[in-house]
Every structure is written in C-alpha cells, then in structure tokens.
C-alpha cells in the first residue's frame, strides 16, 4: 500500500476568481500581509502496490488523463511518506 | 428523402435534452436520443450534446462525460466531420474531449449568471450557422456559473485570423471570456460549442426573448435536405 499525492493548480497565467475571493476576505478576518492566494485541487491515490517508479508513471498518467486539464492547469506528483 | 436526423445526448444529470429534442422537431427533423452509456450513434447525421450540469459537474465541467461510451464513438465520427453542437455544458464537454480549443473556467465575477443575452453572429461559415448573416445580432438566454473561455495567446489568434470564433457576447461580457468569446467552432466548421442556448429560444409559447435560436436548427436540417 503507498499512497500518492496529485496536486493540481491552475497555470499562473490563468485568472483564479475563486483564489482572490479568499485573498478579499482574509483581511476582513484579521490576516494581514497576504499579497496573493491561488487555489488549487489536491488528490489522495491510494495504490495497493509499492510506489515503484512504474506505479508513479501511472498516476501521472492519470493526472494527464484525467485529473488536470492541462489546457488550464499544471500537476506534479509526488509519494506520501 | 425523410427529415434529418439528430442525436440529442443524455448524460447522467443533462438538463436540457428535452428542449433540444423538442428545438429539432420544431424545425422539422427527427430527434434521436443517445445514451451516454451506449457505444452507439445510431446512424444520425449530426448530435447536439445539451446543456446541464454532466456527472455532477465533478472534477471539472465535461472532464468525465468526455471518457463516456458514447464519447468514444463520438469524437472520431466528428473528426471525420460528422456536424456537432455542443451548448452550454455540451460546450464544456467539447473543450475536454479536446473536440474545440481552449476551456471554460469560473465566471470572473464567480456569480452564476442567468439572463438575456445579446450575442454577434461573427461566421455562418459553420454546419450550425449557414442561416444567420455575418453581423447578425440575436438574443439568446445563457445561464452558467462556468462560462469563461480561456485559450493561450496563440490559440486565440489562430481562432480570430481563421474565423473559427463564431459568436461573441454584445452589451456586456457575461463570464470574463477572452476577446468576449461567446461560442467557437473548430478548423473544419463542423463542430461548434457555444455557452448561449439557441434550444431555448425557438418558440414564443415558452416564454423564450426571441426564437433567433431556430436558426441553428433550420441550417443543420437545411444542410442534409439539399446533400
């Protein structure tokens, strides 16, 4: 069992509304000096081998496939632990 | 010959079906319903992939119709040019399926926006648009919270200089989209996404702020009664 963890967050260039929304509110809660938040997904794969470097070549697969949508976004993987 | 037919696609949580269904009768064809679930396109000479909120929406708008069965026989059959509408959400699917260019994000306002629309008609150089006149406006509603178009720089001037950009808002970008982008068809004209809903405007009685949208359907009949 490992567990590998997928990132995934808009391209910097892409406008994240939902990001500066958060960025808004923080002053009004007492947090100063925040210049920027970008909000982003984070996935839990849960693999019932070990995180082999051909388990790894599978989730970023996965990623690619499916979990970013590499027009708008970037991913990057990583091994839990 | 006998009236067109065209698929009008349900997935799991597909809200305008019915409406799009009823939009190709109006205008005289037969509408053919698609399962998501089936690898089957039942023989249509052409699909409107409706609106609604697909799968839940989950991951992304369209990112897991996109891999449904009837996606897969879908996607080449429109490559090699079979005529494809996708409104709204159908919109989304074909940015995901990597049918058109570019994706839809969250309104830049984050606001869901549901009104009447003024939309430019910019090409009727499309299998969906050939009744509409270059300069056309028309009012269309639109209703998404996830409408803004987004393509890199060199995506979008190759969309503007091949005149694959074939609507854009009028009175007031609704979502932020680039270059107000309101709908795009892809190089060979025979897939077209738009985020406005021409099904919803083909007839007085529903209430709808114009029927302009029955061109949509009229062009697409039109061009299998004259093959």
């Not at chain 1, 470097?53 to 590499?70: F, G, P, Q, S, Y």
């Not at chain 2, 994000?105 to 509409?132: F, I, K, M």
Request: glycine content about 12%.
């Amino acid at each position: 069992m490992a567990r590998v963890i997928v990132d995934v967050m808009l391209k910097p260039e892409i406008l994240d509304p939902q990001g500066q929304a958060i960025a808004r509110a923080l002053p009004r809660l007492g947090f100063s000096g925040v210049t920027e938040v970008r909000q982003g997904k984070r996935f839990e794969v849960e693999i019932d081998g070990p995180a082999d470097e051909a388990a790894i070549a599978d989730v970023r697969k996965m990623a690619e496939t499916l979990l970013a949508n590499t027009v708008i976004e970037d991913y990057s993987v990583r091994v839990e632990g | 010959m006998g009236a067109a037919r065209v698929g009008v696609v349900t997935f799991p949580g597909t809200l305008d079906d019915q409406d799009a269904a009823r939009a190709v009768r109006h205008a005289g064809g037969e509408a053919v319903p698609l399962w998501h679930a089936d690898r089957d396109l039942k023989g249509v000479d052409a699909v409107f992939l409706p609106g609604g909120f697909s799968y839940g929406d989950y991951l992304r708008c369209g990112a897991i119709s996109r891999f449904a069965p009837l996606m897969e026989e879908l996607i080449p059959a429109a490559h090699a040019g079979l005529p494809v509408l996708g409104t709204c959400n159908g919109f989304q699917i074909l940015c995901e399926a990597h049918l058109l260019p570019g994706a839809l994000t969250r309104n830049e306002n984050l606001h869901y926006v549901c009104r009447d629309q003024r939309v430019l008609v910019e090409s009727n150089a499309t299998a969906w648009t050939g009744d509409y006149t270059p300069g056309q406006e028309i009012l269309l509603p639109v209703k998404h919270g996830e409408g803004r178009y987004v393509a890199d720089a060199a995506t979008v001037t190759a969309l503007e200089s091949g005149d694959q950009i074939v609507f854009r808002y009028l009175g007031g970008n609704p979502n932020g989209s680039v270059n107000d982008i309101a709908g795009i068809s892809n190089e060979a004209g025979n897939v077209v996404g738009l985020m406005p809903h021409p099904e919803h405007a083909v007839e007085d009685l529903t209430g709808a702020p114009s029927v302009d949208g029955r061109g949509f359907f009229t062009s697409i009949l039109k061009r299998f009664v004259s093959l």
